[in-house]
């Protein structure tokens, strides 16, 4: 009985068993009167013990069905490069009903709260991936074809839901086509403080879909707010269906440009590091901290590369981020035994030891380190 009763409470928490970082969530929406699926995608070190504080940034991407897939395994395998994210796919049932931005007159819905979807991300959606996973304040919406008008149409209506949109070949032509003359009737609504990623394709079969797409840059050139950073290009080389991927890469690659700092940077100016850190923290809005992967490989090449007064700077700068955990200590005792200093390295090397009582891998190593030490005492 207390085994049926653990199955059926992990079924009602959304909790997958064959993979506890790609989990579906039903929710029972007041929106829609209905029960909708959300899909969550959990970053690769999720779960790992030195990222049990961590928090994330958010990517919420509609059309689940067709883009989680591909757009998930992509962000997670930049990490390092870009920020770690987690993903959340939206179901989107009936395109046409849940991601149009028009009434039923055809007209530009002015009140978000009237428009369904919109109002299920921002009351039922948003609020259940904050309260359930560790996120921070940083939001990103992106969506393709339908999905980008609907990106367009969020921003203008509900620009404080997210910091980023990226609108992947918006389909500005499609429906009642008054989206366009909405923009151009109400330029105030581009005055924003945000940061706005639009691509098209130039491989198109949408006839008006390029000279839309002009029609809406130039409205973006002569009405955008100096603090909206926007982008709109066209990818002459890819069609309807590939923009949906490189215009995302691309996005987030722009939103966490600049995201790795090398050790030839740092070498002879330490504080460049913190420099760095500082200036993405500032940029993007929230407290940037250090992937702990990406402190190990910045370490490693400083003691390889015997820039040792910069390797103990960034080594004790890993250990203040990440504090219980044995790598940065096992780090530091071989940059205290380059600098020929093998008491102070025991101690690091038996702190390492000491946190690393449940990971018998670690231990071999630091083990042999001792040893190493032992032997230069």
Same mark, same amino acid.
């Given at each position: ?9 992990? +079924? !009602? =928490? /959304?909790? %997958?068993? #064959? ?8 929710? &029972? ?110 939001? +990103? !919406? =992106? /969506?393709? %074809?339908? #999905? ?8 203008? &209506? ?220």
């Amino acid at each position: 009985m207390k085994q049926v009763c653990l199955v059926l409470l992990l +079924l !009602l =928490s /959304g909790v %997958s068993w #064959g993979n506890d970082r790609d989990i579906e969530i039903p929710i &029972s929406s007041k929106v829609f009167k209905q029960q909708r699926t959300v899909h969550i995608s959990l970053p690769t070190g999720y779960f790992s013990r030195e990222n049990k504080a961590r928090r994330y940034p958010v990517l919420y991407l509609t059309d689940a069905s067709a883009q989680l897939e591909h757009a998930a395994s992509m962000i997670h395998y930049l990490q390092g490069g870009i920020s770690e994210m987690i993903v959340v796919g939206i179901e989107t049932r009936s395109r046409s009903r849940d991601l149009s931005p028009y009434g039923d007159n055809g007209q530009v819905i002015t009140n978000p709260e009237q428009h369904q979807l919109l109002t299920f991300i921002r009351t039922e959606v948003m609020p259940l991936v904050e309260q359930r996973y560790r996120t921070n304040s940083f939001d +990103l !919406l =992106s /969506g393709h %074809s339908l #999905g980008g008008l609907f990106t367009l149409y969020s921003m203008l &209506s509900a620009p404080e839901l997210f910091d980023v949109y990226i609108a992947l070949s918006p389909a500005l032509g499609w429906g009642s086509r008054n989206f366009l003359p909405f923009v151009e009737q109400h330029p105030q609504r581009l005055k924003l403080d945000k940061t706005l990623i639009i691509s098209t394709e130039g491989d198109t079969p949408f006839e008006q879909q390029i000279p839309n797409f002009i029609r809406l840059r130039k409205n973006l050139d002569a009405h955008a707010g100096p603090k909206l950073n926007w982008h709109a290009d066209i990818y002459e080389a890819e069609d309807h269906m590939t923009i949906a991927h490189i215009g995302l890469y691309d996005a987030v690659r722009y939103v966490f440009r600049n995201w790795w700092i090398t050790g030839e940077q740092i070498k002879g100016d330490k504080r460049q590091f913190d420099k760095h850190y500082q200036g993405l923290s500032d940029r993007l809005g929230y407290q940037v901290v250090p992937e702990f992967n990406e402190l190990w490989g910045l370490s490693n090449y400083l003691i390889v590369k015997e820039y040792l007064e910069e390797a103990e700077y960034i080594v004790n700068k890993w250990i203040d981020y990440y504090p219980h955990t044995a790598e940065p200590y096992g780090m530091l005792s071989r940059v205290l035994m380059a600098k020929d200093s093998p008491q102070l390295a025991m101690e690091a090397v038996n702190t390492a030891i000491n946190l690393s009582v449940d990971d018998a891998s670690q231990l071999v190593w630091l083990k042999k380190q001792k040893t190493k030490i032992q032997q230069a005492l």
